[in-house]
């Protein structure tokens, strides 16, 4: 079956620069839309970003003109590459992705997330 991992989180002080990665493996045909959640402590998981298998891509408010998301199709993976970044971007930050398996049916996959920690 599929997994997704996430990397790339860390602690960065306010100001600073994170990139996220997240590599889907297993039996895997396609990988369709990706996105990436977060989820801060007492708050409900949203959605921050997505992009879809030909590139498009939409972002959360909150951080639009801060936050990139890519994908490289060859290598399986969606990256975050967050730029100035605030405290209130503190969060556990989550890849999903929608993907054809090899079976050719389709389902939703989590990682298990990736804890980024911006301090003052």
């Known amino acids: 079956q599929v997994q997704l991992v996430e990397s790339g989180g860390g602690l960065v002080q306010a100001g600073g620069s994170l990139r996220l990665s997240c590599v889907a493996s297993?039996?895997?045909?396609?990988?369709?839309?990706m996105d990436w959640y977060r989820q801060a402590p007492g708050k409900q998981r949203e959605l921050v970003a997505t992009?879809?298998?030909?590139?498009?891509?939409n972002y959360a408010d909150s951080v639009k003109g801060r936050f990139t998301i890519s994908r490289d199709n060859t290598k399986n993976t969606v990256y975050l590459q967050m730029n100035s970044l605030e405290p209130e971007d503190t969060a556990v930050y989550y890849c999903?992705?929608?993907?054809?398996?090899?079976?050719?049916?389709?389902?939703?996959?989590w990682g298990k997330g990736t804890l980024v920690t911006v301090s003052t």
């Open positions: 999903h992705a929608h993907i054809n398996l090899v079976s050719r049916s389709t389902t939703d996959y």
């Open positions: 992009i879809t298998s030909a590139g498009s891509t």
């Open positions: 297993g039996s895997i045909f396609r990988v369709n839309d």
